[in-house]
């Protein structure tokens, strides 16, 4: 069916800078949205910043803003994330969203999107 790859995670100095990847792929899946959520050991799966990929609208987090920035290659169906000014707080295991249901908003709930990948820890020192 359809698979959602990730990578690009790591262990960071705090000001530094890392670039997440996800692809997602699949016969006959097309994405419509794709979305970054972060989660952190006892917490709740928080969204970051989601993409709709017909047009490139986006909508970040307030915790982001200025700091991340989403990217979108439509031809192979992947997004980058761009983490700038990385502070110790943004540590976290980051998880890949996509969802190809034509929600008229881009979703920021995690039960909006059907197909995730693997996660990738982030680290963050200070």
């Known amino acids: 069916q359809v698979q959602v790859v990730e990578s690009g995670g790591g262990l960071v100095q705090a000001g530094g800078s890392l670039r997440l990847s996800c692809a997602a792929s699949?016969?006959?899946?097309?994405?419509?949205?794709m979305a970054w959520f972060r989660q952190s050991p006892g917490k709740e799966r928080d969204f970051v910043v989601g993409?709709?990929?017909?047009?490139?609208?986006?909508n970040y987090a307030d915790s982001v803003k200025g700091r991340f920035t989403i990217s979108r290659d439509n031809a192979k169906n992947t997004v980058y994330l761009q983490m700038n000014s990385l502070k110790p707080e943004d540590t976290a295991v980051y998880y890949c969203?996509?969802?190809?249901?034509?929600?008229?908003?881009?979703?920021?709930?995690?039960?909006?999107?059907?197909?995730w990948g693997q996660g990738t820890q982030v680290t963050v020192s200070s």
């Open positions: 969203a996509a969802t190809a249901a034509l929600y008229a908003r881009i979703p920021t709930t995690h039960h909006e999107y059907n197909w």
């Open positions: 993409i709709r990929l017909s047009g490139g609208s986006t």
């Open positions: 699949g016969r006959t899946f097309s994405p419509y949205y």
